[in-house]
């Protein structure tokens, strides 16, 4: 059978309602009738309901169509006030404030006035106009030696830094993770703190890997007669592993040790000229942004009884990264000092393992107490006959 409108099926079953028929011998006439082309009982039934409520139209009601934007100057303008009142303010606060969906004020916030909610980083120390001159100046400095040397820069360098190694600390809740099934338990952590028991770990290297590792002994500080002599031990090294480098430029920063008249001495006789070293500059220290992250990563969760653990961990963890992954370190250095004189001196890569506070506008920090110093000496080495 020719199939029919459905205004037609409708005018027939309004006809047969008005004869008093039920909706079951309504839907049973219709598909006699018209076969696979009848209405769904449940079809008939709507019908028969409207009817019963008066309406007898053929035609179907007009639809309001797609929903009027929100998407609007003036409600634009209001979430710009209401996140410049509070950064901290949160897309469902601001949807019950307007009345409009989370979603559209989402799509708002990041498509119409191109926000995005970031934690702040954390800085060493809230910069000076004249500290962050310092580092635009060294910066600088150092661009000029990859600039002279673009081929030979990285076969002269040398890094060094120091760290505390604690016997424990506690896995990052990223390292706690584990698989479980659906219905089992979640694991339970329990709050403990970081060891008593730590040794300082003093590296020397370069691109090729370690050169030397120093392990303060109890007690002692790093004076200038103790940082003078690892000077000293450091050209015996670089003889003896880098086939005869010796020191041509030393950049180190303003710790007491490297300041003192001793040590300047030190320097002068061994044929090390320095730079000075900004304060609070971790984004130019290659053991920081490379090196001491993943080696305390490795570290955590590892409980160790005594500083000889401590240390086989660490020169094994050293050993076994190939000479690339020391390179890529380095090799960072120019990146990190082009950036940051971009930023005209302010800080350029993100300390990892620190608290965060969020809001909404990018780049922004709050000043929080500096970390624990370190310091950092770079050497410019050059080959000479063993």
Not at 84 to 99: F, N, R
Not at 219 to 245: P, W
Not at 345 to 363: D, K, M, N, Q, S
Request: hydrophobic share 35%; aromatic share 10%.
């Amino acid at each position: 059978m020719r199939a029919i409108s459905t205004t037609s099926k409708r005018e027939l079953s309004s006809s047969f309602f008005l004869q008093g028929k039920a909706p079951k011998e309504i839907h049973a006439i219709l598909t006699e009738t018209l076969g696979e082309h009848a209405p769904s009982y449940a079809t008939v039934k709507n019908w028969v309901a409207q009817f019963k409520c008066g309406d007898f139209s053929t035609c179907d009601a007009p639809h309001p169509g797609w929903p009027k934007t929100v998407t609007t100057p003036e409600v634009i303008d209001q979430i710009n006030e209401l996140i410049l009142e509070d950064e901290k303010i949160s897309a469902k606060s601001i949807a019950e404030q307007l009345g409009i969906s989370c979603e559209r004020v989402g799509s708002i916030i990041h498509e119409e006035l191109d926000m995005r909610k970031l934690s702040a980083r954390w800085v060493p120390k809230c910069l000076n106009v004249d500290q962050k001159r310092q580092w635009c100046q060294l910066s600088e400095q150092l661009l000029e030696f990859f600039e002279r040397n673009p081929n030979d820069i990285l076969l002269w360098l040398v890094t060094m830094d120091e760290t505390w190694l604690n016997h424990y600390d506690l896995e990052t809740k990223q390292q706690s993770m584990e698989w479980q099934h659906c219905s089992s338990p979640c694991p339970q952590k329990f709050r403990m703190q970081k060891s008593a028991g730590k040794v300082l770990a003093l590296i020397f290297w370069d691109q090729d890997g370690n050169l030397l590792m120093d392990y303060l002994p109890k007690g002692q500080a790093i004076d200038a007669e103790y940082y003078s002599s690892l000077l000293v031990q450091l050209k015996d090294f670089l003889k003896e592993k880098r086939h005869g480098k010796v020191t041509t430029g030393v950049l180190h920063d303003n710790a007491p040790a490297h300041q003192a008249y001793a040590t300047q001495k030190k320097l002068a006789y061994l044929s090390f000229p320095y730079l000075d070293h900004p304060p609070y500059s971790p984004d130019l220290a290659p053991s920081d942004y490379l090196l001491f992250p993943g080696l305390k990563k490795q570290l955590k969760g590892c409980h160790f009884s005594s500083d000889a653990e401590v240390i086989s961990a660490v020169e094994t963890w050293l050993d076994r990264h190939p000479s690339e992954f020391f390179l890529i370190g380095l090799q960072k250095l120019e990146q990190w000092a082009k950036k940051c004189i971009e930023l005209h001196g302010e800080c350029v890569e993100y300390l990892p393992g620190l608290v965060t506070v969020a809001c909404f506008l990018p780049y922004r920090t709050k000043d929080f107490s500096a970390p624990p110093r370190r310091f950092l000496v770079i050497l410019f080495c050059e080959e000479i006959d063993a």
